[in-house]
């Protein structure tokens, strides 16, 4: 029986380890990634086909003229943040430097009149998170299937392998504590938003398959 990670694909082959995958502690790390024993999933057969579940999918709506005031008055200030960093980085990939430095403010400014979200929570983050997997992904997945839409299938691709990830750090979080984060540091891949938790970055994203060079470390934090 071989099982496949299902952030970064790493096989984990029964035959070739002589070691049933049920044996395996539940501390094993998948030794590619480090994510955890519970996100590897049995490898299907070649003749097998894949299962998905039935998302529901609303038609595209025609297009008409949109005002851009319309589409913004819809966004939170934390939404604009994240959307304004995100535009920030688009331009540090196009060269664009000055543009780059001016998403960068306003990613800044509407960052830091954010509020703070009540009843933020592990148990909060976590029902999110499992949100995306279980019905976010597949209905955009659907979406962008139904439309032809390849670039966003493979954004898809990419998104819920970080999200797999970002699940199983928390759920090593909730179980270790703090010591988990003890003495480490935290990196995140600047392309695909993978997540690594180590001395040092991956030579390569296991997501993305980009260098180490494009992981940056995450500064600021409590070393308490």
């Given at each position: ?36 024993k ?23 709506p ?24 995100n ?78 990830m ?29 997540v ?29």
């Amino acid at each position: 029986m071989r099982y496949v990670c299902s952030v970064c694909g790493y096989i984990y082959d029964e035959a070739r380890e002589k070691q049933a995958f049920s044996e395996l502690p539940d501390s094993w790390r998948c030794p590619v990634c480090k994510a955890a024993k519970t996100v590897f999933v049995p490898e299907k057969k070649a003749d097998e086909p894949k299962k998905t579940a039935a998302v529901p999918v609303s038609p595209v709506p025609a297009a008409g003229p949109v005002s851009d005031e319309e589409g913004m008055e819809k966004l939170s200030v934390g939404e604009l943040s994240a959307l304004c960093s995100n535009l920030a980085r688009g331009c540090e990939k196009q060269y664009k430097d000055q543009e780059a430095s001016l998403f960068r403010e306003l990613a800044e400014y509407f960052a830091a009149v954010t509020p703070a979200e009540p009843g933020a929570d592990l148990d909060r983050l976590a029902s999110m998170i499992q949100g995306d997997l279980e019905q976010g992904y597949p209905a955009v997945n659907a979406a962008a299937g139904a439309a032809g839409d390849r670039g966003t299938k493979r954004i898809c691709v990419w998104g819920e392998k970080v999200t797999n990830m970002l699940n199983s750090l928390l759920a090593q979080y909730r179980q270790e504590g703090e010591a988990f984060l003890a003495d480490t540091e935290i990196w995140v891949c600047t392309v695909c938003g993978f997540v690594y938790v180590g001395d040092k970055p991956p030579e390569l994203c296991p997501v993305c398959r980009v260098p180490a060079w494009k992981f940056e470390k995450m500064e600021g934090r409590d070393s308490a």
